[in-house]
Structure formats: structure tokens, C-alpha cells
């Protein structure tokens, strides 16, 4: 089993700047999928980003962006321009392509706190 | 477009009782997954079905059961609830290449 880890519980941004949330996993495989979910406090999965394995480029998003070291097997997320709808918690995912049953592990999750 | 929806969206349970959650997807996809939410553990996933009329076990499935006999519906049943299944549950549903969408959850309370 893929083991993803997120070593943040927490973190706390002030708007308008810039906080970057680590994320590393644990695989064999060479085909996968990264993402970012965020949880808002109504409790709702939303999500943020995605990453190919097979695709060296970054995922952009706005103002979210990401960081993939695929060698270094870390996908960190980059929120820029902070602002108080970002306050949440946000997970990072792995999914195998080669599986097939395209089942996602979680890590435990960030708490992202944005100050006014 | 509903998406993906889920009832009941809170329940109180005792000890011993049953009771089934239903989850009910618009978008056609084939694939369907439960999972658990306890503090400080992410999301863990209790049991998958990859196409109508299949299921799976998923990392936590004992205590639980579930069953796809719609393509749209997964239901996921407590036989016995324990207080260790005290937990918010999540469907998700995911078609080929795409993340998977969530439904808003279930908070789940046996006292």
C-alpha cells in the first residue's frame, strides 16, 4: 500500500502572502496520480489540483501551484496571494494508474490558518 | 447536476443498532468509493466498487458492508454499530482519468 505523508498539521499564512504545504508518498509504481483536496469547515472535499507522474511540468491552478520531484517522490502545494477562503484543511492524494481500481490513499492533512 | 449526494446527513446511532447510508451519483461513473474521517487520520477508505453489481474491501471494512446493485447508488451498511464507527463517512464517485468527487458526508454518532 502507497503511504503518503503530510508532515504540517499546521499552518498559518498571512493573507496576501505565500505558505507552501509538504506532501511526500511512498511507491514502486511509475504511473500515478498526485492531488490536493481542500476541506473547508463545511466539510466538503474539494479539489484543488492534480498532477500526472508521466508529466515533468508543474500543475498550475490559479493561485495554486505545485511542486513535483518525482525522483525525490515529494509534491508540495504553493497557495500564493493568500486569502481567507483559503483557510482549510488540505490533503494530499495518491492514486495508481495501474491498479485500476484508481483508489485514492490520503495523507492526514494540513490545517491551514489565514490571518486578516 | 446533483453530483454526488448522500443521506442522512447526520445520525445518532446506539450501541447495536443498524442502519444503511445511502449514496446516490448523476455523472454516470462507474467507480464508487466509502470512506471514514477520524481526527487526525485523513480519509480512510472502507469498502470500493468499480463498476454496478461488484464491490471490494478497502483498508478498514470489518463492521461494515456494502452493496452496488445500481450503477448511480452505493450503499454502505452497519450491521451492529459500534462506538469505534463514531466517524464522519464520505462517498466518492471518480470516472477513467478524473479525480474523484465527494458528497458532503455523514456524521456518524454511536453512543
Known amino acids: 500500500a502507497q503511504t503518503v505523508t503530510q508532515s504540517q498539521p499546521e499552518m498559518s499564512v498571512q493573507e496576501a502572502e505565500t505558505v507552501t504545504l509538504s506532501c511526500t508518498y511512498d511507491?514502486?509504481?511509475?504511473?500515478?496520480?498526485l492531488f490536493w483536496y481542500k476541506q473547508p469547515p463545511s466539510r466538503q472535499m474539494i479539489l484543488v489540483i492534480r498532477?500526472?507522474?508521466?508529466?515533468?511540468q508543474n500543475a498550475t491552478e490559479n493561485r495554486f501551484s505545485v511542486n513535483f520531484q518525482k525522483a525525490a517522490k515529494s509534491f508540495s502545494l504553493k497557495i500564493s496571494d493568500s486569502q481567507l477562503g483559503d483557510a482549510a484543511m488540505y490533503f494530499c492524494?495518491?492514486?495508481?494508474?495501474?491498479?485500476?481500481?484508481?483508489?485514492?490513499?490520503f495523507g492526514a492533512g494540513t490545517t491551514v490558518t489565514v490571518r486578516a | 447536476n446533483a453530483g454526488v449526494t448522500q443521506t442522512p446527513k447526520f445520525r445518532v446511532l446506539k450501541t447495536g443498532q443498524s442502519m444503511t447510508l445511502l449514496c446516490a451519483q448523476d455523472?454516470?461513473?462507474?467507480?464508487m468509493y466509502w470512506y471514514r474521517q477520524d481526527p487526525g487520520m485523513g480519509l480512510r477508505l472502507i469498502h470500493y466498487?468499480?463498476?454496478?453489481?461488484?464491490?471490494a474491501k478497502g483498508e478498514v471494512p470489518d463492521g461494515y458492508n456494502v452493496s452496488r446493485l445500481k450503477k448511480q447508488n452505493f450503499l454502505l451498511g452497519l450491521e451492529s454499530a459500534a462506538p469505534s464507527q463514531t466517524s464522519v463517512y464520505f462517498c466518492?464517485?471518480?470516472?477513467?482519468?478524473?479525480?474523484?468527487?465527494f458528497g458532503p458526508g455523514t456524521r456518524l454518532t454511536v453512543l
Open positions: 498532477q500526472e507522474a508521466y508529466k515533468q
Open positions: 511507491t514502486s509504481e511509475s504511473d500515478y496520480y
Open positions: 466498487s468499480v463498476g454496478e453489481g461488484t464491490t
Open positions: 455523472m454516470n461513473h462507474e467507480y
Open positions: 492524494a495518491y492514486r495508481s494508474e495501474i491498479r485500476g481500481d484508481y483508489k485514492l490513499s
Open positions: 466518492a464517485s471518480s470516472s477513467l482519468g478524473r479525480g474523484q468527487f
